[in-house]
């Protein structure tokens, strides 16, 4: 009984309608109530105490007060909680008025020092990773595809889309394969799985383009995000090493350093010389420009397995170790320019002619 101190507000209705204020205290081993009705823009007051049987709350209340306008009246009611906030029933009176009554827990009380919330409000974490434009083959794929449905068990399936040939394919992951007219390759590829909605939904998106090639990984638990981030972002771990990663970005500055190179050098030369550097710095730059772009392609196999001896792998390990190389070898070159290094390459070549 104790829980339905406070104050209730709603309304009384049948043969006499009005808003209802209600007041329910405890004096000594008695629960009261004193119900306020406004009927016809008259107040009237009654009081009395309330009794709880089997979840069945009853009292019987009469007018308070002396007012001559306001005789004595007896209303009996009978109500029923219907959770922590509702109370609602019948009322009744002699000479046969009767009707509903229904209140709700009015909450008007300021809070003057209000503590923050223990429960921390739903936001939606995001984490995403960047790979470089990598080569991948149908093996790779369905392992990515396996890993996505266990860290997401949902009666949604992983969507695969792909481009290829200009054309766009989307399907499940369970039929994706079962297209006859699958091509061997693509030039884009994208696994997406989510969650039936409610509430914030978990995703996982795996993206590879000619753009961009990334994934990324959201929902409303930072733990949950944080563990599917680290189980996807290992299994692309041999495509996005740090070495790939400085490769892909910033090998072409190579061609950039040779270019100021031949600018500090070309007022120190004659003509022929000069046309020549010229000629040489175009060719460098092009063909490291050209393969630049072929081992940093992305390849997307959509029939093929990788090979167990990754022998497809090699010219980009080549090309690796060849820009490193190349950068390693500017100094020197620059230093054998400088001290007329090519004055005497051409005065060689003169003398065996």
Request: proline content about 4%; some cysteine.
């Amino acid at each position: 009984m104790d829980d339905l101190q406070g104050n209730w507000i709603g309304n009384i209705f049948g043969t006499y309608a009005g808003n209802a204020f209600a007041e329910i205290i405890r004096e000594g081993d008695d629960v009261l109530i004193t119900l306020r009705i406004n009927i016809q823009g008259r107040a009237v007051v009654l009081h009395g105490p309330i009794s709880e049987l089997n979840n069945i709350i009853s009292s019987t209340l009469l007018t308070a007060g002396n007012d001559p306008e306001q005789p004595e009246v007896t209303v009996d009611f009978i109500f029923q909680r219907n959770g922590d906030q509702h109370l609602g029933g019948k009322w009744s009176m002699p000479g046969g008025h009767a009707g509903v009554l229904q209140l709700e827990r009015a909450n008007f009380e300021i809070q003057k020092n209000p503590t923050p919330s223990s429960v921390e409000p739903l936001q939606v974490i995001q984490r995403t990773g960047q790979i470089p434009k990598i080569t991948i083959y149908k093996d790779e794929i369905h392992t990515l595809v396996h890993a996505m449905r266990e860290l997401l068990p949902s009666s949604y399936d992983v969507v695969i889309s792909a481009n290829a040939d200009a054309k766009d394919i989307r399907r499940l992951a369970a039929s994706f394969w079962d297209n006859a007219t699958l091509p061997d390759r693509a030039e884009f590829l994208s696994l997406s799985l989510t969650e039936p909605p409610d509430g914030i939904q978990r995703n996982i998106n795996i993206v590879l383009g000619s753009v961009e090639c990334s994934f990324s990984i959201s929902g409303s638990s930072a733990v949950w995000v944080d563990g599917a981030f680290h189980q996807i972002e290992s299994i692309l771990r041999r495509h996005h090493s740090l070495w790939r990663k400085i490769y892909e970005k910033h090998a072409l500055n190579i061609n950039g350093i040779f270019f100021l190179v031949v600018l500090v050098l070309l007022p120190s030369l004659d003509l022929p010389s000069r046309a020549f550097l010229i000629l040489t710095l175009a060719f460098v730059v092009l063909s490291f420009k050209w393969l630049h772009n072929k081992t940093t392609a992305l390849r997307i196999f959509l029939r093929s397995e990788r090979k167990e001896t990754r022998l497809i792998d090699l010219t980009e390990l080549a090309t690796l170790l060849l820009g490193a190389g190349i950068l390693a070898a500017v100094p020197f070159a620059y230093q054998w320019l400088k001290d007329d290094g090519l004055k005497r390459l051409f005065e060689a070549l003169a003398a065996l002619s």
